[in-house]
């Protein structure tokens, strides 16, 4: 079965360093992978998806098809990026999510 | 910036009540999505629908669950005859193109089932 694992539930650092958000992720073909953040109390919203090698608000991913992973990626964190963020995986007309990790930025 | 609205924001109903959930995807989306996460679980796919018909529906969505476009605007899940563990947040998505685009999702609906 396709899957998408985020082994983290909880990842707390401190405002200014980095951070790794793990994604990984089992798929028979060419895997079309995305992560989605969930703020406080705001509704589900797309961050980015590999497809377009983005940056977005200094967040990267990069597909590593060789060890199957997504991780997510900033370098220095800041204290708005606390927020729940999911990996997901496109299958056909769905989308697998992982369970999310809770990212905590610290003052 | 364009939204999907769903209403009412939280439901409560007694077992075995019928309880419809209602989204407004975004105008010119062509591809609507229903999807759950119960408390502390996973965001769970439960339909997609294009063109007036179902694409494709997990093994969640049995004969309880119907969706339907009633009118050109409205996307609605029904659930027939509810039960406890029916009890989640309910998301409405919506697509333009069923592409490696992703969702814009609504900020849901919370659905307590007593």
């Known amino acids: 079965a396709q899957r998408v694992t985020q082994p983290e539930k909880l990842l707390s650092v401190f405002k200014g360093a980095p951070v790794e958000l793990k994604c990984n992720y089992s798929?028979?073909?060419?895997?079309?992978l995305f992560w989605y953040v969930q703020y406080s109390r705001q509704r589900l919203q797309l961050l980015l998806r590999h497809i377009s090698r983005e940056s977005i608000k200094g967040f990267t991913a990069d597909l590593n098809k060789g060890e199957t992973s997504f991780h997510l990626k900033k370098p220095f964190a800041q204290e708005e990026d606390s927020a729940m963020y999911y990996c997901?995986?496109?299958?056909?007309?769905?989308?697998?999510f992982g369970a999310g990790t809770r990212l905590f930025v610290k003052a | 910036e364009p939204e999907v609205t769903q209403t009412p924001s939280h439901q409560v109903t007694q077992m075995g009540q019928e309880v419809i959930l209602r989204c407004v995807p975004i105008s010119n989306h062509l591809y609507f999505y229903w999807y759950r996460q119960i408390l502390g679980q996973k965001v769970e796919f439960l339909v997609s629908?294009?063109?007036?018909?179902?694409?494709?529906k997990s093994e969640i969505f049995d004969d309880q669950f119907s969706v339907e476009r009633p009118d050109g605007s409205n996307f609605t899940l029904k659930i027939r005859s509810t039960k406890l563990e029916d009890s989640a947040m309910y998301f409405c998505a919506s697509k333009y193109w069923e592409d490696n685009y992703g969702y814009t999702f609504g900020s849901g609906t919370r659905l307590t089932v007593v």
């Open positions: 798929y028979s073909g060419s895997p079309e």
């Open positions: 997901a995986l496109r299958e056909g007309f769905k989308t697998i």
């Open positions: 629908f294009y063109n007036n018909e179902i694409s494709e």
